[in-house]
Every structure is written in structure tokens, then in C-alpha cells.
Nanobody, 123 residues
Framework: QVQLVESGGGLVQAGGSLRLSCEASGRTFSSYGTGWFRQAPGKEREFVAGISWSGGNTYYADSAKGRFFISRDNAKSTVYLQMNSLKPEDTAVYYC????????????????WGQGTQVTVSS
């Protein structure tokens, strides 16, 4: 079992930045690839970014490329999502999740999920 806790969400103006954190506890976190997803009201949960267990490979949705950056610190059992140049359409609840195998892009591949953190971008 892996427990995940997201933090760092909040209200920010368009063009601003936020850094989300996902702290893990439980089984060996460093053996899992990690993804960030988001879900806006009335929409499906969608992939934002992913990072391999070593941090050597990263993956981004087209909407995140060039603005969001995912990183991890296995010594702290934490994965980060740096979000820059935020837009109102980035408003959503952001979730982190971990998986041992399979595509990073599909939420069904993930084994454990956090409770989410709200990000609101005002125009």
C-alpha cells in the first residue's frame, strides 16, 4: 500500500505559478512511476505529467508542455509539479498517482491515488 498526499494548490492569477507536491508513505515509493492528473468540474480526469521511478524519463500532455515541469526527490518520497504561466483552463483538482507498469497516460494503469488538491486560476 502507498499513501499519497498532495499539497500546494490554491488560488492564483492567470500568468502566475504554483508548485504542487505529492508526498508518499508506505511501500517503496522509489519503485513506482508517478503521474499527475487533473479533473475539472463536469470533465473526465486527464493526464498532465508523469515521471519514471528514477526521474530519468518524463511525459507531458500537450497542454502542459513548456509550462509544467515534473520532478522527484526519492530521498524525500516526494514528486513535484511546477506549474508556470497558468491559465484559467488549468483550474481543476490535481491528483497524483503511482503505477508499477503500463502507460503513464492512462489513469487505469495507476494503482494508488491521492485525495487531490484544488488549483484555481483567475482571469
Amino acid at each position: 500500500q502507498v499513501q499519497l498526499v498532495e499539497s500546494g494548490g490554491g488560488l492564483v492569477q492567470a500568468g502566475g505559478s504554483l508548485r504542487l507536491s505529492c508526498e508518499a508513505s508506505g511501500r517503496t515509493f522509489s519503485s513506482y512511476g508517478t503521474g499527475w492528473f487533473r479533473q475539472a468540474p463536469g470533465k473526465e480526469r486527464e493526464f498532465v505529467a508523469g515521471i519514471s521511478w528514477s526521474g530519468g524519463n518524463t511525459y507531458y500532455a500537450d497542454s502542459a508542455k513548456g509550462r509544467f515541469f515534473i520532478s522527484r526527490d526519492n530521498a524525500k518520497s516526494t514528486v513535484y509539479l511546477q506549474m508556470n504561466s497558468l491559465k484559467p483552463e488549468d483550474t481543476a483538482v490535481y491528483y497524483c498517482a503511482v503505477r508499477r507498469s503500463g502507460s503513464y497516460y492512462y489513469r487505469t494503469m495507476y494503482d494508488y491515488w491521492g485525495q487531490g488538491t484544488q488549483v484555481t486560476v483567475s482571469s
